[in-house]
């Protein structure tokens, strides 16, 4: 008896030890069931936590299951057959992964908080397969549920090679407290990685926030086609749907999913922003459901990915149409499913995002061209918006320098400078490919170098304009060298010809654009290397 006791202090003082250097919930499992499996008469250990139920539509015992909703997984498994001495019982997939809450021994602990001891002796209903038992001299069965602060984190079962009397009893029971606690502060670690985890993150992303927003945090612009977008964002953004932003570059497609996001019932959880086309592809899946560590050279530690950082709020996936085309399917199973896996993770975790993609390619040709699939297209683009270009809404561009001049005279404690009405129709007539980015940094630009005095940007005046068609940004106190002023002219009369398709002679010729004699341009031309020739159109190359 005394030896007994003593060899079962040994055991469970090694277990104790083993048990609190685990801070991984998963390698804590593995390592109880594989030391109680070593302990001596025991055939099988086997843990089941409570989780979300995820493979119903499978599980042979779905029938007898309520809800569907959650259920005991087979999560570590330890034990040797007598029989067949290489036959190892470490599998989780077998029939006893799943037990819905209430049903067989599993689901009775579960369900009840008391343990259950059998001796097969007495009654062999419990088990599901008396041969089996037999054959490996299995007597007993102990299924202990794993409590912690009164709550049920699963079930320890433990088959024995012999019978179980209230001691062996009492001792599991004491085994079965220990791992509870234990497989707690495991989770509770875990838990802590994943906040301080998806903290970094979101640190990492107020971080480029602050950087790259400059803090203009409101749509400006009274045109039609803001008005139109504004009053999209109202309507959408209370409703949850995934939205897709389109339009140029700078065009302000971030802003508006801010709106969204500010105004949506997730406004109190975070946006964060994933721009696809700054990861590289190999690093990609990883970015977006995070890694377990070791899943490839560098994963130092467990990582959250940015679906985990914006769990409950809005992920905003700027340059969705950059998104490598293997990844998209993966994308696809979260909008669908919200569900995901770690690189080198097994387990399957469920989240809850709202989608706003935004992209300045023409995601339906991608689609035609099959580089982005159509089914992911569909599932993006429940609520188009289109941001405008600046060149289509130029009444807007009086307000939007009249926002950066004041945030931009705030923010660096500057004198309110003037504009004069000359540049502000040189800023009307400029076509802005850049569109609201390109703005902004103009006014800063023309903000520094102005010291206080009248703005002067660095865009085509007018007159060295040709009927609309921009030249090249020329600031009006720019000083160029001889080859810049060479090129500058070689450029302007590349832009004549191309505004006449070619014509040099006539009316509506090159020359009479330029106010030059046909025989002037024509000379030019030739020493600067121009040539027309049949169907060729200099002026694109
Ligand atoms: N209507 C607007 N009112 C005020 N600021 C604006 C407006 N539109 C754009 N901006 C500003 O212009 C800059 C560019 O906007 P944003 O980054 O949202 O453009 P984008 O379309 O997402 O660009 P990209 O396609 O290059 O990512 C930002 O600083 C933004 O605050």
């Not at 088959?159 to 509770?188: G, P, T």
């Not at 389109?246 to 999913?257: P, R």
């Not at 979260?334 to 690189?343: A, F, M, P, S, T």
């Not at 085509?460 to 720019?478: F, I, K, L, M, Y």
Request: aromatic share 6%; proline share 3%.
């Amino acid at each position: 008896m005394e030896s007994t006791l003593t060899k079962g202090l040994e055991a469970l003082a090694d277990l104790l030890l083993k048990l609190p250097q685990e801070h991984n919930c998963q390698r804590l499992l593995d390592t109880a069931a594989q030391v109680i499996s070593e302990w001596e008469d025991v055939a099988l250990v086997r843990v089941w936590q409570l989780r979300e139920g995820d493979i119903c539509d499978r599980c042979h015992l779905a029938e007898e299951c309520q809800k569907h909703v959650k259920c005991m997984h087979l999560v570590a498994s330890g034990g040797r057959s007598m029989v067949n001495k290489s036959e190892v019982w470490n599998r989780l997939d077998g029939r006893f992964a799943r037990f819905p809450i209430g049903v067989r021994k599993v689901g009775h602990v579960a369900q009840t908080g008391q343990s259950v001891t059998v001796n097969l002796k007495e009654d062999r209903t419990w088990v599901v397969d008396p041969k089996w038992a037999i054959d490996e001299g299995i007597k007993g069965i102990n299924a202990q549920p794993l409590l912690f602060r009164g709550k049920v984190l699963g079930v320890l079962g433990i088959f024995i090679r012999r019978e179980i009397d209230q001691n062996l009893a009492r001792f599991q029971r004491m085994v079965a407290d220990h791992l509870a606690m234990a497989i707690a502060n495991a989770e509770a670690f875990e838990q802590i990685r994943e906040l301080h985890g998806k903290l970094e993150l979101e640190n990492e992303y107020l971080r480029t926030e602050v950087e790259e927003s400059r803090s203009f945090g409101e749509i400006v612009g009274r045109s039609e086609p803001v008005q139109q977008i504004v009053s999209k964002i109202e309507l959408v953004a209370a409703t949850g749907a995934n939205v897709l932003v389109t339009g140029e570059s700078g065009t302000g497609k971030e802003l508006i999913a801010r709106e969204i996001h500010r105004r949506s019932q997730r406004k109190d959880q975070p946006m964060i922003r994933v721009n696809c086309a700054g990861i590289p592809a190999s690093l990609f899946e990883s970015e977006l459901f995070g890694h377990a560590k070791g899943a490839f050279t560098g994963a130092l530690r467990d990582r959250p990915g940015r679906f985990e950082a914006a769990a409950g709020g809005t992920l905003f996936l700027d340059e969705v149409g950059e998104m490598p085309f293997d990844l998209q399917a993966k994308l696809l199973r979260v909008l669908q499913e919200g569900q995901y896996e770690r690189v080198g993770e097994d387990r399957t975790r469920h989240v809850d995002v709202r989608i706003i993609a935004a992209t300045n390619r023409n995601l339906k040709e991608e689609v035609q061209e099959k580089r982005f699939r159509e089914d992911l297209y569909y599932r993006l683009n429940v609520f188009p918006i289109e941001a405008p270009a600046l060149r289509e809404r130029r009444e807007d561009i009086p307000a939007l320098l009249a926002h950066f001049v004041e945030h931009l005279v705030k923010r660096h404690g500057l004198k309110m400078p003037s504009v004069s009405k000359s540049q502000l129709q040189a800023l009307a007539r400029y076509d802005w490919p850049g569109n609201v980015r390109e703005l902004q940094n103009q006014v800063e630009r023309a903000l520094i170098t102005s010291r206080g005095k009248s703005l002067r940007f660095e865009v085509p005046t007018g007159e060295s304009s040709v009927g609309g068609q921009v030249a090249s940004p020329v600031s009006e106190d720019a000083v160029m060298n001889e080859d810049q002023m060479v090129e500058l002219q070689r450029r302007n009369i590349l832009n004549a010809l191309k505004v006449t398709e070619g014509r040099v002679y006539g009316e509506d010729g090159a020359a009479s654009v330029l106010g030059l004699k046909p025989s002037t341009l024509a000379s030019r031309m030739k020493k600067l290397g121009i040539e027309l020739r049949a169907k060729q159109r200099p002026w694109e190359e």
